[in-house]
C-alpha cells in the first residue's frame, strides 16, 4: 500500500471526531442579544490533489470584496442552491463554478462534520480527490487566487498555531496555519483541525 493509499485508508477508516468546543462558544457569543438564527445550508469541497505519491490540498484566497469573509483562505464551496440534488451537489457546482475544477460524486471519499459560522451558515465539507491535471479557471467575483499545500504540512500539529483571548470574560481558543504569506484561519482551520486529528499518526 503506497502512501496516498494509507492515507484514504485512514480517511475512510478513521473515527468521528469533534470540532474544537471554542468554536462553537465564538459562534454563540456572535449571536448573543440577537433573535434565534437560522442557520442557511452550505457545503465546501476538501480537494485532495496527487503530487509526488502523497496529496496536496487545494485552497482558495476569497476575493476582497465580498460581504463574508473577504481576503480569507477557504476551501471552495458555498450556499445550496434549491436546483442542488443534496449538499454533495452544491459542493462540486461551486467549486467548479468559482475555480474551475471538475469533480464527480464518485472522487468523494466522505464528509466532516457540519459546522456552524460567524456568518449565519452550517457548512458541510466533503473530502475529495480531484485530477492532478486540472486547469483553474478562477471567478474574479469569488475568488483572488488558488494555491495548494502539502498535506503532510497541513494536518502536522506541529503547525497549528493557537491563540487563546477573552470575549466578555469566555476564554476561546482561534487556531490558525501560516503557510508562505498565507495564514489559514477560522472555520477553514476548525476544518483542517478536524482532518489532522483523523488522518495524522
Given at each position: 500500500?503506497?502512501?496516498?493509499?494509507?492515507?484514504?485508508?485512514?480517511?475512510?477508516?478513521?473515527?468521528?471526531?469533534?470540532?474544537?468546543?471554542?468554536?462553537?462558544?465564538?459562534?454563540?457569543?456572535?449571536?448573543?442579544?440577537?433573535?434565534?438564527?437560522?442557520?442557511?445550508?452550505?457545503?465546501?469541497?476538501?480537494?485532495l490533489?496527487?503530487?509526488?505519491?502523497?496529496?496536496?490540498?487545494?485552497?482558495?484566497?476569497?476575493?476582497r470584496?465580498?460581504?463574508?469573509?473577504?481576503?480569507?483562505?477557504?476551501?471552495?464551496?458555498?450556499?445550496?442552491?434549491?436546483?442542488?440534488?443534496?449538499?454533495?451537489?452544491?459542493?462540486?457546482?461551486?467549486?467548479?463554478e468559482?475555480?474551475?475544477?471538475?469533480?464527480?460524486?464518485?472522487?468523494?471519499?466522505?464528509?466532516?462534520?457540519?459546522?456552524?459560522?460567524?456568518?449565519?451558515?452550517?457548512?458541510t465539507?466533503?473530502?475529495?480527490?480531484?485530477?492532478?491535471?486540472?486547469?483553474?479557471?478562477?471567478?474574479?467575483?469569488?475568488?483572488?487566487?488558488?494555491?495548494?499545500?502539502?498535506?503532510?504540512?497541513?494536518?502536522?500539529?506541529?503547525?497549528?498555531?493557537?491563540?487563546?483571548?477573552?470575549?466578555?470574560?469566555?476564554?476561546?481558543?482561534?487556531?490558525?496555519?501560516?503557510?508562505?504569506?498565507?495564514?489559514?484561519?477560522?472555520?477553514?482551520?476548525?476544518?483542517?483541525?478536524?482532518?489532522?486529528?483523523?488522518?495524522?499518526?
Amino acid at each position: 500500500m503506497n502512501d496516498q493509499q494509507q492515507l484514504l485508508a485512514r480517511f475512510l477508516l478513521g473515527p468521528q471526531t469533534h470540532y474544537d468546543p471554542s468554536h462553537s462558544a465564538r459562534i454563540k457569543l456572535s449571536a448573543a442579544g440577537s433573535s434565534p438564527r437560522t442557520y442557511k445550508q452550505a457545503a465546501v469541497l476538501i480537494p485532495l490533489v496527487p503530487r509526488h505519491n502523497t496529496y496536496s490540498v487545494v485552497f482558495t484566497l476569497r476575493a476582497r470584496h465580498l460581504k463574508h469573509h473577504p481576503g480569507q483562505i477557504a476551501f471552495p464551496g458555498g450556499r445550496y442552491e434549491p436546483q442542488d440534488v443534496d449538499l454533495i451537489d452544491t459542493a462540486i457546482r461551486e467549486t467548479k463554478e468559482e475555480t474551475g475544477i471538475s469533480c464527480n460524486r464518485e472522487r468523494i471519499l466522505g464528509q466532516l462534520p457540519s459546522l456552524p459560522t460567524i456568518s449565519g451558515y452550517i457548512v458541510t465539507p466533503y473530502v475529495s480527490t480531484i485530477s492532478a491535471n486540472y486547469r483553474p479557471d478562477l471567478d474574479p467575483n469569488e475568488v483572488d487566487d488558488l494555491f495548494e499545500v502539502p498535506i503532510e504540512y497541513l494536518l502536522n500539529p506541529v503547525n497549528m498555531r493557537s491563540a487563546r483571548f477573552s470575549i466578555n470574560g469566555t476564554d476561546l481558543n482561534i487556531y490558525a496555519i501560516p503557510y508562505h504569506n498565507h495564514s489559514i484561519w477560522g472555520a477553514t482551520a476548525q476544518m483542517v483541525k478536524l482532518l489532522s486529528n483523523q488522518l495524522w499518526y
